[in-house]
C-alpha cells in the first residue's frame, strides 16, 4: 500500500530525524520550501535517490496524491521502502505558510562578475567525463552523487553558486547544499548557458566554447 499523507503540522515533529523529500519541479522548489527538505523532481528520481538518499533514515515525501504512486514505484526499485514512512502534500504545507525558505537563480552574466572576483564559491557538479571536457575556471568540481559526502569541505561564509550542464542537477545540489545551512545561487541554464553567454571555460580543444560530443551526450542526461 501506499503511505498515509499527513498533516502539515506533522513536519516539526519528524523534521529532525527524517529525510524530507520534495518532490517538486525544482522551478517550484525554488521558489518555496520547507526548511531542510530535500529536492528531487520526480523525474529525475530514478537516476538520483539511490545517490542522494540516506537508506538508514525515515523518509516522508512531499508530493500530491496524483504522483505519490509513482513515486513509491520508483523508490521501491532501487530498495527505498521499508523507511517510508509517510507524505505530505506540497499544496497543503504551501497553504498552512510552512514553505518559508527559497534560493534565487541567476543567469550566468549577473553571476559571471562575482564569480571572476571570487565573491562567491562556485561547485561544478557535474560527472568526471563533463567536467574533463570543459569547465568554468573557478569552480571545483564536487560530483553530485558524491556531494553529500563532502559537505563539510564545502563550508564557508561566501555564498555559494551551483552549476551543472542544464542547471536540473545543481537544482538538486543547491537544496542538499541549503539543507545544510549553506547560502546558495543556482546558475540558470548551467554550463551549456555559460558557454553560449560567451563567457571563459577551458578546454582540451583548440576552441573552447565547441560543445564536445561528451558533453552532449552528457546533456541528454539531464531529460
Not at 538520483?48 to 523518509?59: I, R
Not at 572576483?117 to 571545483?140: G, T, Y
Request: hydrophobic share 40%; proline share 7%.
Amino acid at each position: 500500500g501506499l503511505p498515509e499523507f499527513l498533516v502539515p503540522d506533522e513536519i516539526e515533529a519528524v523534521r529532525d530525524q527524517a529525510t524530507l523529500l520534495d518532490l517538486s519541479p525544482s522551478a517550484e522548489y525554488s521558489q518555496a520550501h520547507v526548511p531542510g527538505a530535500m529536492n528531487i523532481p520526480l523525474s529525475m528520481l530514478a537516476g538520483w535517490a539511490g545517490w542522494l538518499v540516506d537508506y538508514s533514515k525515515p523518509l516522508y515525501l512531499i508530493t500530491e496524491a496524483d504522483t505519490l504512486a509513482e513515486a513509491v514505484r520508483v523508490l521501491q526499485k532501487i530498495g527505498i521502502d521499508d523507511q517510508l514512512l509517510g507524505a505530505f502534500s506540497r499544496s497543503e504545507v504551501v497553504t498552512q505558510g510552512l514553505a518559508t525558505e527559497d534560493y534565487p537563480v541567476e543567469s550566468p552574466s549577473d553571476l559571471a562578475p562575482r564569480i571572476e572576483a571570487n565573491e562567491v564559491k562556485l561547485i561544478d557538479v557535474r560527472a568526471d567525463s563533463e567536467w574533463n571536457a570543459s569547465h568554468i575556471p573557478q569552480a571545483e568540481h564536487h560530483f553530485l552523487g558524491r556531494l553529500p559526502e563532502h559537505l563539510t569541505e564545502i563550508k564557508c561564509s561566501q555564498p555559494i553558486v551551483v552549476q551543472c550542464q542544464s542547471s536540473a542537477r545543481s537544482a538538486i545540489a543547491a537544496s542538499l547544499l541549503q539543507a545544510a545551512g549553506l547560502d546558495v545561487i543556482n546558475l540558470a541554464g548551467g554550463f551549456l548557458a555559460w558557454q553560449a553567454a560567451g563567457l571563459p571555460s577551458t578546454s582540451t580543444a583548440q576552441d573552447p566554447v565547441t560543445c564536445s560530443p561528451g558533453s552532449i551526450k552528457a546533456c541528454s542526461l539531464e531529460k
